[in-house]
């Protein structure tokens, strides 16, 4: 079924709100859910209320969290987000960074003690919307293999990347360092589908097409992705002086406890390295370009990063947002939770 934006925004922060989060985190967490969901990435969407839920009202988010920012240098921050909901902190340390930029040109923000943060587009757009480049990384649940490996070591790692142009469109690049990400396979599950064979490997580290016999994710482009992978740890956990690798927390394991993530904003002021106006033009040039690529074979067009996710969501602006039917019905329901989520692995339904 479809829902407007700004009742789904309505009905996710009711829920929040309801397991125990404030209405001001509520409504927080609810943008970036419904960013995710009207750029086609339902997977950090409204699809993830019900886990936040049971994860708050089990007491594994501090609905009451001391934040404490502490600048380090003229361009640098660490937030402490005492296990608060994901998505705040991480909204509020780029709202420092931009600060920052806005300040010295340059920004690193370190977020340290946090929750799952959803999709990482939504806040590197904050700072292109306000002139910058914006770049975050932040760790996850260990759910890929090395290369050459038999057993997860790293999580699917995303790297977000966003820039302005001369016009107001934005080149925004979001992505795991896994060929797939788990809800893929979810999905194949559900569908009784086999899977490629460069999504996953099984228990032993051979590759596998049964979605029910995933050991790990794959890396892309195997040594490199892998490679990214470790980059995005050291950048999120390991600088923070946070659980790194293996050591991070398991996203379903148990709900009563926090997930003590890191993740990490950089913001730069495009003007501190050359002429503002040439590069806000030569980013507008290059989606042109792009878009005049001769296509390959079966391809209608060659489309620059972001461009896909900006045109669906235009539609679900002017359509509504197209939601699973049994989410909204429990998003309307009274229930907070159904006790779905904690005790599971990585790799669990």
């Known amino acids: 079924m479809r829902v407007q934006k700004d009742e789904l925004k309505r009905l ?60 380090t240098g003229p361009c640098s921050a660490v937030f402490d987000g005492d296990n608060a909901a994901g998505h705040v902190v991480a909204k509020l340390g780029m709202d420092e960074a931009i600060k920052i930029a806005k300040e010295n040109g340059v920004a690193i923000v370190g977020m340290r003690r946090m929750g799952h943060s959803g999709a990482l587009s939504y806040f590197v757009q904050q700072a292109a919307k306000e002139g910058f480049i914006g770049l975050s990384v932040c760790q996850s649940d260990p759910m890929a293999v090395p290369y050459g490996g038999a057993e997860p070591y790293y999580g699917t790692n995303p790297i977000a990347f966003c820039s302005p142009s001369e016009d107001g469109r934005l080149l925004t690049v979001d992505l795991a360092v896994t060929v797939q990400a788990w809800g893929k396979i979810l999905h194949a599950r559900s569908k009784r589908d086999a899977i490629p064979e460069d999504w996953a490997v099984d228990h032993d580290g051979n590759p596998t097409t049964d979605p029910f016999n995933v050991g790990g994710l794959v890396h892309i482009a195997g040594p490199k992705g892998y490679a990214l992978a470790l980059m995005v740890d050291v950048l999120s956990g390991v600088l923070m002086n946070l659980p790194f690798g293996k050591h991070v927390t398991s996203m379903y394991k148990d709900l009563t406890e926090p997930r003590m993530l890191g993740q990490l904003h950089i913001v730069i002021d495009p003007a501190y390295f050359g002429d503002k106006g040439i590069f806000l033009h030569a980013i507008n040039q290059t989606m042109q370009e792009l878009n005049e690529v001769k296509p390959a074979p079966g391809y209608s067009a060659v489309r620059y990063p972001g461009q896909s996710s900006a045109i669906r969501e235009q539609a679900y602006e002017e359509n509504g947002i197209e939601i699973v039917d049994d989410i909204y019905n429990y998003l309307v329901s009274d229930v907070v939770h159904n006790n779905a989520y904690d005790g599971h692995d990585a790799f669990a339904e």
């Open 12 to 71: 996710i922060s009711n829920k929040l709100n309801k397991a125990g989060l404030t209405r001001e985190h509520a409504d927080i967490v609810a943008d970036v859910l419904v960013h995710a969901d009207l750029r086609g990435v339902h997977s950090h969407g409204a699809m993830r209320v019900e886990y936040y839920s049971e994860r708050i009202a089990k007491g594994g988010t501090t609905i009451h969290p001391n934040f404490e920012i502490k600048r």
